[in-house]
């Protein structure tokens, strides 16, 4: 195998379409076997679900006959295109829905800054706190002759963000911390961050949820109680905040033992040696992974349907309960699949990125 | 020791004594006010209700019987049951299809390669909650109804009912040949201790593999023609409006399994791939080079290596599937958590029901990672 390899690569060098076709399609007849399969299998495939999508598919139709009509046939986005305000706002007061559009567009964009190097300075922190003050003005109002809108009736694609954006700023200090007790030398610290992480990694997100909806309340003395959000955001803070804290303990666990002995050596305290040397280089190489767990966590942020808070998908799932529009559940989710693909496809290719160019500094740092 | 802050061991016993004083003043409060909130509600704490009727059907009773008149411990049984019977046969089924891929992934064939690489991104980057929905609105909403159903094998059956497909009638011979494999597979264990013991003593490796395998198949085979060679299968029969006979597989169970199965696969492929590309090709080379044919090479060089790369996050996409069988919930397949949570909204013991949950899941996680800690530590360098 490996010799016919080497051969092939030095009598035949890959130039022109037809060589490129030989060495990586049609090399033996294995390959030519599962070539043939698969394009067989496309050529049946992608036509009919172009057809299904597109050409047949009804875009816009006042009610659902049209749709019911082509079932089977053409896929019916026109479920999108008249839920599509319910979709993505929920119970928010229609003709305020201009409210929490310009809070995700702020979001969004808060996200993307965040996302560029060249804005990783400390004045990002006052640009977040900045953006998130506009983005609670706008959803709850009550100033500036806003109505006021309480958080019962958020909804939507907004909520999805928020919880996600809320739940790791408060999980990513606490999770800091977390690590660090983890690798302390104190055997009860350790002992309580260990059990910490192990309880809540070792249980599934929707035990924690019910947690939150249905003990949460039993906890609080009596006459204080907090509403469904913020239970369902506690419960996805201290999730976060665990696996978080196995990231960044992987980039503690990185830093070479020099370091440590290095800062030791010059005479600094815990907490200097911990803020100065040891996790502005362990959280740096921890970027990426983290990166991957906040898509994670984005995706997780789903659950909170089956406690009854109404995220993106929870509103995509309840205008399927209209009777007009029962039985278009495949181009709905389909819906749901795109919106949540095209957040966490573009988060994934910047972790890549970013590993990248990381990586490269870090070549170059050593040379 | 002196008693004074300077001295680092008495700093860092002040701390964990204040550590350990917090969390047990935090731990009273909470329960404080939990049994002064019971009080008010008068809900009685404890795990008496588990005697009690359940009171509810439960739609997949596969494993153990059960009826309405039937215990909440029963039911709760029944959830643990189905949460481990999809749990297992998903981790089966996403390990075959998840190296499948991974493997693919790394393929010469360019097709194979890029259709790999586009399954991985895209199931990655969709929440399971709305992959399991997709499956779920996909059989029960279009598929056919049982009088159209689809026929794609003789005898296998597809409506919005769930997946028909037939299974060979019960027969004594069948329990005689699980206790032949049983049998086969002890001495086959056996067989390749001798024989790990006789190529350390003589430097012969004996055709371990061969007799293994004989040992495993032969047996069951031989119970099967003692037993009388039973052709006879249950096939699924449209009586009426559904389907009698055969094996059925519901549609919450065929939704969860398939969503399971994919989600887990694309991860597990990911995690194959990076195992097989840490081992440098030299490895190959060199035990080419050694006169070894490629798939010994691969047997006894590569894959050694490699699964000491895939095991330990392997263990990790165990685990995360045992735990998102919990999205159960979302479709109304009967598992721990959705029969402890019917339980919950019934009787009110929320505090027992989270509990049970949380102590199921524990236990599963705890054994599976035992478990593997136990394979990795076999698999380990020895002596570092």
């Known amino acids: 195998m490996a010799a016919e390899r080497i051969g092939t690569l030095s009598l035949q060098p890959a130039v022109g379409p037809v060589a490129w076709l030989r060495s990586n399609l049609f090399s033996g007849w294995l390959n030519t076997i599962i070539t043939l399969a698969i394009v067989y299998a496309l050529w049946h495939a992608i036509p009919a679900f172009i057809d299904w999508a597109f050409v047949n598919a009804i875009w816009q139709t006042p009610d659902s006959k049209a749709c019911r009509a082509a079932a089977g046939e053409g896929a019916c986005w026109a479920f999108v295109a008249e839920k599509h305000r319910f979709i993505l706002f929920g119970t928010y007061p229609f003709e305020h829905h201009w409210r929490p559009a310009i809070a995700c567009a702020i979001l969004v964009a808060l996200w993307a800054v965040s996302a560029l190097r060249a804005f990783w300075r400390w004045w990002l922190i006052l640009v977040w706190a900045a953006g998130l003050a506009v983005i609670g003005t706008l959803m709850w109002g009550g100033v500036l002759g806003l109505d006021f809108v309480e958080n019962e009736r958020w909804g939507g694609l907004i909520l999805t963000l928020l919880l996600t954006t809320f739940g790791i700023a408060a999980a990513f200090p606490l999770s800091v911390a977390i690590a660090l007790g983890r690798r302390s030398t104190m055997p009860v610290i350790q002992g309580l961050c260990v059990g910490f992480i192990e309880l809540i990694r070792g249980v599934p997100l929707i035990s924690l949820l019910f947690m939150a909806s249905v003990m949460l309340p039993l906890f609080l003395p009596a006459g204080v109680t907090i509403d469904k959000l913020l239970r369902a955001q506690i419960a996805l803070v201290l999730f976060a905040a665990a696996y978080l804290a196995e990231v960044i303990r992987g980039g503690l666990q990185a830093i070479p033992a020099g370091q440590y002995e290095a800062a030791d050596a010059l005479g600094l305290s815990y907490w200097r040696k911990t803020l100065l040397v040891v996790l502005p280089q362990a959280l740096r190489i921890s970027i990426p992974p983290i990166v991957n767990s906040v898509i994670a966590f984005f995706k997780d942020t789903s659950l909170v349907l089956i406690i009854g808070l109404f995220d993106l998908l929870s509103t995509i799932k309840v205008s399927l309960n209209e009777p007009a529009w029962t039985g278009f559940g495949l181009e709905a989710y389909l819906f749901a699949a795109l919106v949540y693909f095209t957040f966490c496809f573009a988060m994934s290719r910047y972790s890549q990125n970013l590993e990248r160019t990381l990586a490269r500094a870090e070549e170059g740092k050593r040379r | ?384």
């Open chain 2, 1 to 384: 020791m002196k008693l004074s802050f300077n001295d680092p061991r008495f700093r860092s016993l002040v701390y964990q004594a204040a550590a350990i004083v917090s969390a047990l003043a935090f731990g009273a409060y909470l329960v404080s006010n939990t049994l002064a909130n019971l009080e008010e509600r008068r809900i009685a704490s404890g795990f008496a209700f588990l005697a009690r009727e359940a009171g509810f059907a439960i739609g997949e009773t596969t494993l153990i019987a059960y009826s309405a008149a039937d215990s909440y411990l029963r039911a709760l049984t029944v959830g643990l049951a189905n949460t481990l019977r999809v749990s297992l046969i998903g981790i089966f089924a996403a390990t075959v299809l998840g190296t499948l891929i991974g493997l693919a992934r790394l393929s010469h064939n360019w097709l194979l390669a890029r259709l790999a690489a586009a399954y991985v991104e895209f199931i990655r980057n969709v929440p399971l909650l709305v992959q399991l929905f997709l499956w779920y609105v996909l059989i029960t909403e279009n598929l056919p109804g049982s009088r159209g159903a689809l026929e794609p094998l003789p005898g296998w059956y597809l409506s919005n009912r769930g997946i028909h497909f037939p299974v060979p009638e019960p027969h004594p011979a069948y329990a005689w040949m699980l206790g032949a494999f049983v049998a086969g597979t002890v001495a086959a264990i056996g067989c390749a201790w001798c024989g790990r013991r006789r190529q350390a003593r003589t430097g012969r490796r004996p055709p371990v593999l061969e007799i293994a395998l004989a040992c495993v198949l032969v047996p069951p085979a031989l119970a099967y023609f003692a037993g009388g060679a039973p052709t006879a299968l249950s096939v699924p029969q449209l009586t009426g409006f559904n389907f009698t006979g055969g094996m059925t597989l519901t549609p919450e169970f065929a939704a969860l399994g398939a969503g399971l199965v994919i989600y887990t696969a694309a991860f597990i492929a990911e995690i194959v791939r990076a195992g097989v590309l840490a081992i440098p090709y030299g490895q190959f080379e060199a035990a080419f080079a050694l006169g070894l044919r490629r798939p010994l090479a691969m047997r006894l060089v590569v894959l050694p290596q490699a699964l000491r790369v895939i095991v330990p996050p392997l263990t990790n996409q165990y685990l995360n599937l045992t735990k998102n069988s919990s999205l159960a919930v979302a479709i109304g397949y009967p598992d721990i958590v959705s029969i402890a949570n019917t339980a919950m909204n019934q009787t009110g013991q929320s505090i027992e029901g989270i509990a049970i949950i949380m102590a199921v899941y524990l236990t599963i996680s705890l054994s599976i990672s035992a478990f593997m800690n136990w394979y990795n530590a076999r698999i380990a360098l020895r002596g570092g």
